[in-house]
């Protein structure tokens, strides 16, 4: 063999060998770039459905994204996922809230329940996977059928069958509810801040987060979502900021929804279910986590 042409081979042996290593690096990154851009966004998503992105740069770099929702608009409709308690105990099969969209037919989707068991050690070790069954922690109805039995330390978001929305301090949603799912945590109530515990205030943290918020009436709901863990783009709220912005859309009821990486809002489009906000799994931004059930809501095109 020629000396030119061996030296030609293990150039391209080099190059090659790079490339493998360098593929890795280019997939994780890729992602960074698809997330919604750091800028402020208003538009009307469908008929009674309206959507606001806020970028605030102080204190910190925090995407905030905002869904007001006449519930007394024509053609809404409310939905939750659906579930089936078998004898191993699990209620659900894990699914991702563009999935949910797509699988219902849905026009909106926001993350529901806190559930388990939910394990992320890394980007190839972790529970749950699409289809893996799991469980509710709070009363989870849909159908007019609960699923998940309320507990008193989860508060509970209840719709009845004339989409009236209430949220229930003691987690036990009234008979004839017609959907419902819990958070932990009632920021709100009557129109004032609750006061949380010492314990709570200690674990407070930046963190991706996503609230309900309904108006007295119970006529009117925003679902706030802010993203997290990404430093530069998004690192987070507290719960005190993200009651703050409640508080200012006029909410007089807040209850925190599960947060981290299981904060996901998503919405149906021509093309397809797509992501309104950046969540992040398996510190991925843009991958969405399989989780127990959803908030979701049908509407007419404007």
């Not at 008929?47 to 519930?71: C, T, W």
């Not at 904060?263 to 989780?291: D, Y």
């Amino acid at each position: 063999m020629k000396l030119t042409n061996w030296l030609k081979i293990k150039q391209i042996s080099h190059i090659l060998g790079f490339g493998i290593l360098l593929a890795p690096i280019l997939i994780y990154n890729i992602p960074y770039f698809s997330r919604p851009a750091q800028t402020n966004e208003t538009r009307s998503l469908f008929q009674g459905i309206a959507y606001r992105r806020e970028f605030r740069s102080n204190p910190r770099p925090i995407m905030i994204h905002i869904v007001s929702i006449d519930l007394k608009a024509p053609g809404i409709g409310i939905f939750v996922t659906p579930g089936t308690p078998t004898a191993d105990l699990t209620e659900t099969n894990a699914r991702t809230a563009t999935e949910f969209i797509k699988e219902f037919k849905l026009q909106l989707a926001v993350n529901a329940n806190f559930f388990y068991p939910c394990i992320e050690e890394a980007p190839w070790d972790y529970y749950p996977r699409r289809g893996d069954r799991v469980n509710n922690v709070g009363h989870a109805i849909s159908k007019s059928q609960a699923y998940s039995q309320p507990d008193s330390n989860f508060p509970a978001l209840c719709f009845d069958t004339k989409n009236r929305a209430q949220i229930i301090e003691n987690g036990n949603c009234p008979a004839g509810t017609a959907y419902g799912i819990a958070g932990d945590t009632l920021l709100v109530k009557n129109g004032k801040i609750v006061a949380q515990n010492q314990e709570e205030n200690q674990q407070d943290q930046l963190y991706p987060r996503a609230v309900a918020a309904i108006d007295l009436t119970g006529k009117k709901l925003w679902l706030i979502v802010a993203d997290g863990k990404q430093r530069l783009y998004s690192e987070g709220l507290n719960l005190s900021e993200i009651t703050e912005i409640a508080m200012q859309l006029g909410a007089d009821t807040v209850l925190n929804l599960d947060g981290g990486g299981s904060v996901t809002l998503a919405v149906a489009s021509p093309s397809g279910a797509k992501l309104l906000n950046a969540p992040i799994q398996n510190k991925i931004p843009m991958q969405e986590r399989p989780i127990s059930n959803h908030l979701g809501f049908y509407a007419r095109e404007n």
